[in-house]
């Protein structure tokens, strides 16, 4: 089974931390790619850039592109997809084409990624 | 967690809308200070033992509106205070709190707590100050070192801008979106001029001051998340991060000044670049452009210029020009034309910046750029006398012995010739 590990955290006290804090906090992180990587089990790892940088984009009767990140709380996380775009106009269009059906999603650019190991094993549900 | 370094982040970030919303229940910055300063004592006893509480913010602002409340009642009915545990026992009061808190009124509290730093009579100087004592909380000390006075200069002159801010009227109704804009862009000033601060020291030894820069940046942040769509708030970021991104490659070993052209560019903070672009995209779409804005496009033209020399220089001048007729200034026309040198030779922005010697004639880069041109047009002794009056109006000793450099290469070519 291929699982999603999700990270919350305030964004206040997260911008709070000192440079040598956030570095530690980075390294940490990494050794834990790195141990997980070895072991063959590490699928790809984003830290986003702040919800500043966010738009959203919500369809309901018109298409809305909204400045700024999801906020409701009536509707939950269900997945994620990750792009590679030259401009946030070509993700939007990418997004638009994602909510058909009445709905939101929100677009936030990656600030650090690490594509994982290639091949992962786990079966998703409906994996191929 | 064995640290308690949580409780000082938790602490510092919520810092300026706790302040903020106490401000407004007691409309007094002292007692909201004070109140503050109590909520904070009170977690640190409450905190490690009890875990962190959903909501620091609220709880630091129940806390505090609750001892500020029996402080005043103590004082008027001489009554015994309240015991420990009915004071910090918020459990219920604050998931109410947490809701109230997301409401629009605390984006005004904050936008009101930092407007107030910036009262019109208070010279920049102060505003800064202020500014950092109450929103950020840096102690006396700390704001002392970085504008390098003493700590007691440091304590009456934030004291005597606490006083001169304390008389002003600062209306604590909901403020109407043309007011709303106007304390925006205000804060927004003060922002930038924090942030200038750290990055060009006006005086010293240091010639850059990161903590005054991260210190700026972090309001610039919080600013944003109050007003989201704010395409300026947004180029401000952007700005602050483009300029800040530049810090590591800026001084050499020597803490002598390197020039953009000259900067080692993989030292550049390619995160911070790629935030900024990501903000300045959203501004974009926006279109309404401002000087923020403006200014955040010329540093991303810098930024996208993998060496000096793939520089779009035709793109800055263009983009400069828009600045001159947004927000008209010497400096700006004086920045141009390092554009305009680039794309049409230094004759051509010699011929741009003489018109500006008067209201330029003291500033610093006004004689190191008017220098600079005459001597790629072999004036060389009227570049000695531009480099000259540039020293003597240096800020720092990194910007002096900038400029001794090039005197430097003027000597020696005046002996090569004369050999």
């Known amino acids: 089974m291929l699982y999603a590990v999700i990270c919350y955290n305030s964004e206040a006290v997260v911008g709070a931390w000192s440079k040598e804090k956030d570095e530690a906090v980075m390294q940490h992180h990494q050794g834990v790619m790195a141990k997980f990587a070895a072991k063959g089990k590490l699928g790809p790892v984003a830290r986003l850039m702040p919800t500043t940088t966010a738009t959203t984009v919500r369809s309901g009767r018109e298409m809305m592109v909204l400045d700024g990140p999801f906020a409701e709380t009536k509707e939950q996380m269900l997945g994620f997809y990750l792009f590679d775009c030259e401009t946030l106009e070509e993700v939007i269009t990418a997004a638009r084409e994602l909510v058909h059906e009445p709905g939101c999603v929100e677009i936030r650019p990656v600030m650090y990624y690490h594509p994982g190991v290639p091949g992962l094993a786990g079966e998703a549900a409906s994996g191929q | 967690m064995t640290d308690l370094g949580w409780i000082d982040a938790a602490m510092t970030s919520a810092r300026p809308q706790a302040v903020a919303a106490l401000l407004r229940y007691f409309r007094n910055l ?63 009061a604050e998931t109410a709190m947490a809701d109230r808190l997301d409401s629009e009124d605390y984006r005004d509290d904050v936008l009101r707590l930092l407007f107030v730093c910036c009262h019109p009579d208070l010279p920049a100087n102060q505003q800064i100050a202020l500014a950092l004592r109450i929103v950020s909380g840096l ?20 004291t005597r801008a606490k006083r001169r801010v304390s008389q002003a009227d600062v209306p604590f109704e909901t403020p109407g979106a043309v007011e709303r804009a106007e304390r925006l862009s205000t804060v927004a000033a003060m922002i930038y001029l924090l942030f200038n601060e750290g990055y060009s020291a006006s005086g010293g030894e240091l010639h850059i001051r990161e903590p005054l820069c991260e210190e700026a940046i972090r309001l610039a942040r919080l ?108 400096v700006v026309t004086l920045n141009r034309a390092v554009a305009v040198m680039k794309c049409d030779g230094p004759a051509k922005a010699l011929e741009m910046i003489e018109p500006l010697a008067s209201a330029l004639s003291g500033y610093f880069h006004f004689h190191g750029l008017r220098g600079g041109l005459l001597m790629q047009l072999n004036r060389n002794d009227e570049a000695r006398v531009s480099f000259d009056k540039a020293i003597s109006l240096a800020n720092t000793a990194a910007e002096a012995a900038h400029i001794r450099t090039h005197l430097d290469k003027l000597m020696e070519e005046g002996k090569k010739r004369k050999h």
């Open chain 2, 223 to 330: 600013l944003l998340r109050l007003f989201r769509g704010d395409p300026e708030i947004m180029g401000l970021n952007a700005l602050l991060l483009l300029q800040h991104a530049r810090a590591p490659a800026r001084l050499d070993a020597n803490q002598n000044i390197v020039l953009m052209e000259d900067q080692d560019r993989r030292l550049w903070r390619r995160e911070m670049i790629a935030e900024a672009f990501a903000l300045l995209d959203k501004a974009v779409r926006l279109q309404q452009p401002g000087p923020y804005q403006i200014q955040a496009a010329i540093a991303a033209v810098h930024a996208r210029a993998p060496r000096a020399e793939d520089t779009n220089w035709h793109e800055i001048d263009r983009l400069y020009a828009l600045l001159e007729t947004v927000q008209p200034s010497p």
């Open chain 2, 139 to 158: 102690s006396v000390q700390e704001i002392a070192r970085a504008f390098l006075v003493g700590e007691s200069a440091m304590e009456q002159r934030i």
């Open chain 2, 30 to 92: 002292e007692t909201a200070e004070e109140a503050f300063q109590e909520a904070c004592l009170r977690a640190l006893q409450k905190w490690p033992v009890n875990g962190p509480p959903r909501d620091p913010a609220a709880w630091l602002i129940l806390v505090g509106r609750n001892f500020a409340l029996d402080e005043a009642r103590r004082r008027s009915k001489q009554q015994a205070l309240p015991d420990e545990e009915i004071l910090s026992d918020t459990d219920d």
